[in-house]
């Protein structure tokens, strides 16, 4: 059985109001600090790690109900080496997701950003290993590190964030059902358990009437295994 830890983010996490500063990194610092070593070295082993996932789309809206739900992140001993294994939990029903060596960092972030190229491929049409790709480049480009802060129950922690726009440019951006602006932003903290405090998605739909698609995948609590 699982209960609550004390740390929890949930509701209680805000981005606080201030202005922030941006650092230009080059393409190596930029996959460095998304792909971050070593982010579940300080997790402890009997904590589950729960990520909230929320979607909206407004062309496959079914498809944005069937992703929406929690993932929970657990550190298991293999024999050779240990594990992070993560679970898809909905609607009392859970799924997994893969395993990946803890060593290596948070798989979250490979979480991300195939589940966008796997949904903008459902949503818009083309190509899965195109966008891929493409997404695949933008995370080595130089791009800025925005430092802010954000509150987490009272407290206020620094971030990091780093936005990307990897279809920016693209001749075949008109034809992407708003993809071709997506944005994807992930921030950072030291201050949070596996470094990622949330890895946001967002394509404007081409009339501005509001986003076509949005998902967020925020870190929300841990749970300590009873």
Do not use: C
């Amino acid at each position: 059985m699982m209960k609550r830890a004390v740390f929890s983010v949930g509701m209680a996490l805000m981005i606080a109001a201030g202005p922030g500063f941006a650092t230009s990194v080059d393409g190596e610092a930029t996959y460095d600090l998304l792909f971050r070593d070593g982010t579940l070295d300080a997790v402890d082993r009997d904590d589950v790690l729960i990520y909230r996932r929320e979607v909206t789309n407004t062309i496959t809206p079914d498809a944005a109900t069937r992703d929406t739900g929690e993932i929970a992140l657990r550190i298991e001993q293999e024999p050779d080496m240990e594990m992070a294994q993560l679970e898809f939990r909905r609607d009392g029903k859970y799924r997994a997701m893969g395993s990946f060596p803890a060593s290596v960092g948070n798989p979250m972030i490979m979480v991300f950003y195939e589940s966008v190229v796997r949904d903008m491929a459902e949503t818009a049409g083309g190509s899965k290993h195109y966008i891929r790709n493409r997404v695949k480049e933008s995370l080595i480009q130089p791009t800025e590190v925005e430092t802010g802060t954000t509150m987490i129950d009272g407290e206020e922690i620094a971030t990091q964030t780093i936005r990307l726009t990897p279809f920016k440019g693209d001749p075949n951006a008109d034809r992407m059902t708003g993809f071709g602006a997506l944005e994807l932003s992930v921030t950072m903290s030291e201050a949070v358990p596996g470094w990622y405090v949330s890895l946001d998605a967002e394509a404007p739909s081409p009339d501005g009437s509001g986003p076509v698609y949005k998902s967020s995948m925020t870190f929300d609590r841990r749970e300590q295994v009873q």
